[in-house]
């Protein structure tokens, strides 16, 4: 992958839903039945991008859900077809404090942006766009859980905000393989390119200089 498709300087990392409801066995997908085979090796790919990321200087940022009664309307609870996979009315997820909401084997450093969303994009209600255009950032690589939908969603929302979305294939998952070969498959054909983390590491080791780090801040 050609370095000026991952230019360090206009880059930011946006790493979505790692977070225990989404990505541990004990889960509440997992419960729901969901095939979480493919979410460890992804969060391992993850680590990796993240190690490359901060050796380039690359922007983190850690976009997180939670849910609450002041976030909750019914319409939202009763999305989808709930149930099926998740029905959130009866078997909380990702509520706001509990256990399923902690991030899932990684850890924001002192100075990475923490965006607590409530909906399944990044951009929704959040000050994700402000937080990414503060820093000049118009190439937003994507990665995280899942790739069929809050990837997805944040990729989609990217795009019509005038960012470039870029997915690390190989750093997302979602709960069957034939869902995120579709997630994949539509991105490439949609919205922009797809990397892997070894495209990344290698376009980013050449980097010889990026914008030094901005303090954290959760929202």
């Not at 992958?1 to 946006?14: D, E, H, K, Y």
Request: aromatic share 6%.
């Amino acid at each position: 992958m050609a370095a000026n498709v991952l230019p360090v300087s206009r880059s930011a990392l946006v790493v979505v839903d790692v977070q225990n409801d989404y990505c541990d066995p004990e889960g509440a997908l997992a419960r729901a039945g969901g095939d979480m085979s493919h979410v460890a090796p992804a969060v391992d790919a993850i680590l990796a991008l993240l190690d490359a990321a901060r050796a380039a200087r690359v922007p983190c940022l850690h976009v997180r859900t939670e849910h609450s009664d002041w976030t909750d309307t019914p319409e939202w609870l009763a999305r989808g077809d709930a149930g099926n996979l998740l029905d959130p009315r009866h078997h909380p997820i990702v509520r706001q404090g509990s256990w399923g909401a902690r991030p899932y084997r990684i850890t924001a450093a002192d100075d990475e942006r923490v965006v607590v969303k409530h909906r399944y994009s990044g951009f929704a209600y959040t000050p994700l766009e402000l937080s990414l255009r503060a820093r000049g950032r118009q190439v937003v690589l994507l990665a995280g859980v899942t790739s069929d939908l809050c990837v997805r969603a944040t990729g989609f929302d990217a795009l019509a905000r005038g960012f470039q979305p870029v997915l690390v294939a190989d750093a997302t998952a979602a709960t069957s393989r034939a869902r995120h070969d579709g997630a994949v498959n539509e991105f490439r054909s949609y919205l922009g390119p797809v990397v892997n983390v070894a495209d990344v590491r290698s376009a980013w080791s050449l980097a010889g200089s990026a914008p030094s780090a901005e303090p954290a801040a959760r929202i």
